[in-house]
């Protein structure tokens, strides 16, 4: 028996989907011809994406306002897109913010914004779709967007490190206790990838300093994330749970 990434008909909700990876993944998910609910902030900027995504070939596509810091929004969202299609397979939990500068100078305000959006947030939206599945008697999956910062560390942005290093082990953690649910989750751990945010800095000296010790010598660009990513939404990683996928041009692998 052969499974492919396929997402075909797949009932996917994405978290942080307004833009960046969030965006891309959900244009990816389309592409694929899955249904895909849209969950952000501004719900306007959805609406806007909406068409664009049927267009690239969703089979069904549901705009969800949500403020991922908000435990009864989270609870609002997941239930909206079940109610929307019928049913939900995929979690893509991937809404997440930084507080840049040294953290001598970072307030306790900074680091509470922080972990509430990017450990609290995916931790309560994990959390809700996981009884979801185990109440419906259905499979689920579960992908988490943590990063190299939770495996590394870089200057600047020690609460978001702190965040994601925290998304590892909440990734292997519920793993762990889902898999007797038959929910996979798994967290992708995107390297640098060039975005409209950080296009500027990567082409200043400093961001050039960065990507030279990239073993591949090159800045990732979101299509580098499409195979990665389709493995693990797709019934090909169908025996994966518990496992962190960086994508990172060998960045970890670098050295000291």
């Known amino acids: 028996m052969t499974f492919g990434a396929d997402l075909a008909g797949k009932r996917v909700l994405i978290t942080g989907a307004s833009g960046g990876l969030g965006e891309h993944f959900a244009r990816l998910c389309a592409g694929q011809g899955a249904k895909v609910a849209i969950a952000a902030r501004r719900i306007e900027l959805l609406e806007e994406m909406a068409p664009s995504l049927l267009e690239a070939g969703a089979e069904a596509v549901c705009p969800i306002q949500l403020d991922i810091s908000d435990g009864a929004a989270i609870h609002a969202c997941r239930a ?21 500068g040294p953290a001598l100078d970072q307030r306790a305000e900074d680091f509470d914004a922080v972990m509430g959006v990017n450990l609290r947030g995916v931790w309560l939206m994990a959390i809700s779709c996981g009884r979801y599945w185990r109440d419906a008697g259905v499979p689920g999956n579960i992908i988490n967007i943590a990063s190299i910062l939770g495996l590394r560390v870089g200057a600047g942005v020690a609460s978001y490190t702190v965040s994601k290093a925290g998304v590892v082990q909440m990734t292997k953690a519920l793993a762990l206790e889902f898999a007797r649910h038959d929910v996979r989750v798994n967290a992708l751990a995107p390297g640098y990838v060039e975005t409209d945010i950080n296009r500027e800095f ?26 990665p990513f389709s493995l693990l939404a797709s019934d090909a990683s169908r025996y994966m749970t518990g496992a962190i996928v960086p994508v990172d041009g060998g960045h970890l692998v670098s050295s000291l």
């Not at 909206?80 to 840049?100: C, T, Y």
């Not at 961001?207 to 979101?222: A, E, N």
């Open 202 to 227: 990567f082409a200043t000296e400093a961001g050039r300093k960065m990507i030279s010790r990239i073993p591949m010598k090159r800045i990732g660009v979101l299509d580098d994330l499409n195979g």
């Open 80 to 100: 909206k897109s079940v109610e929307a299609f019928g049913g939900l397979d995929i979690l893509v939990n991937n809404a997440g913010i930084a507080r840049e």
